[in-house]
């Protein structure tokens, strides 16, 4: 008889909790992960260093989304694009898999995922379909990734999730409920535009709601939908526009819980080259400024935190994986590239042959 796989030994160890306690430390600090496909059409989550080279490949079953990395153990869950039923659970020092998880019968994953503080649970954004109603998934990280509840999201298709630190130290979960319904079984169709209300969520990490922003009535259909955490605690949020083509209505915004939303650059007309659609939001390392990517505009803009102002524009075809950087921002296209921007140059520092997914997702 065969002996187990690999995979399932680590499996076994992983769920009986002695699986070997690694740091990121032991990869050579790896800076990021995204989702990729390979030019024969497979599809896997890859990680990189800070120059955009490839450190390691994990194949996924289905086209990927965004991932999330475990605070201390060099570990990372890759979602699936939604409606996906997987998250994959990867060993980062080689790519293998640890496990696979399934969301419960009548859920799908949304995509995005983050950890506890501590790292002992994950925190999966859901859709619960019959009845429409978002989720929070509840994982214990610390027993195997078993599976121990879920609670609501605060609102209709909860996408992105981040963890938050406040000022004085506490935290919380912010949710973006897109407020877009969908089943399975029509695909992503969106099935309750008449009716879409999107949110901004504050979560306590044991479920209830805290805050929560709802934005004007003419902003009903620009379904937020991507965020970022400055290390203040400010809250970006990225949105998609839901309407008829050609308005020109801002795609970024900033909330702090218990103040009113300051949205970007909303007399620019350069708005309208986002083409309505948010693809990914960062804020430069300092808070001072946020980007948006637009996959469909093929642009990053870049605006001042404090005056609101539209300070650069850079056309990038197929762009849309973002992140800060300590000079200012690092970019991914669809086309394979990696490329830095800085005081609104563009440079680039190599191009692979995988085609870069959504999200460009910092290891902390």
């Given at each position: ?89 990867i060993d980062c020092r080689n ?135 400055s290390a203040t605690g400010t ?61 469909r505009g093929g642009v990053v ?64």
């Amino acid at each position: 008889m065969a002996g187990p796989s690999r995979r399932g030994f680590l499996a076994g160890l992983l769920a009986t909790g002695m699986a070997p306690q690694a740091s990121w430390a032991d990869l050579g600090h790896p800076a990021y992960l995204s989702a990729g496909k390979t030019p024969d059409g497979r599809f896997l989550l890859a990680g990189l260093d800070r120059t955009g080279t490839i450190l390691f490949r994990h194949p996924l079953p289905a086209r990927g989304h965004a991932a999330t990395a475990h605070p201390s153990r060099p570990e990372a869950v890759a979602f699936a694009r939604r409606p996906g039923q997987f998250a994959d659970v990867i060993d980062c020092r080689n790519g293998a898999a640890l496990t696979r998880l399934t969301p419960p019968k009548g859920h799908h994953f949304y995509g995005h995922g983050v950890f506890s503080p501590d790292g002992s649970r994950l925190f999966t954004t859901e859709n619960a379909y019959e009845n429409g109603d978002g989720r929070i998934g509840i994982w214990d990280a610390s027993a195997g990734y078993r599976r121990i509840g879920d609670y609501a999201s605060g609102g209709i298709g909860p996408h992105d999730i981040r963890l938050r630190t406040s000022p004085d130290g506490q935290h919380n979960l912010v949710v973006a409920n897109g407020g877009i319904q969908t089943h399975p079984d029509s695909g992503r169709a969106k099935l309750n535009l008449a009716t879409m209300q999107p949110n901004l969520s504050y979560l306590s990490l044991g479920g209830p709601l805290e805050d929560q922003l709802i934005l004007n009535a003419d902003m009903r259909l620009n379904s937020i939908r991507h965020l970022a955490i400055s290390a203040t605690g400010t809250v970006g949020f990225a949105m998609q526009w839901q309407g008829d083509a050609g308005a020109d209505l801002p795609i970024i915004g900033l909330h702090n819980p218990g103040s009113a939303p300051r949205l970007m650059a909303e007399d620019d007309p350069r708005l309208r080259n986002l083409n309505g659609y948010g693809g990914s939001v960062a804020f430069s390392r300092d808070g001072a400024q946020i980007s948006v990517t637009s996959p469909r505009g093929g642009v990053v803009q870049i605006a001042d935190c404090t005056s609101g102002a539209l300070l650069h524009e850079v056309r990038l075809t197929d762009v849309c994986g973002l992140t800060g950087t300590g000079a200012g921002f690092i970019v991914t296209t669809g086309a394979g590239e990696v490329s830095t921007i800085r005081d609104g140059t563009l440079t680039h520092l190599g191009r692979s042959d995988l085609a870069w997914d959504n999200h460009l997702i910092p290891i902390p």
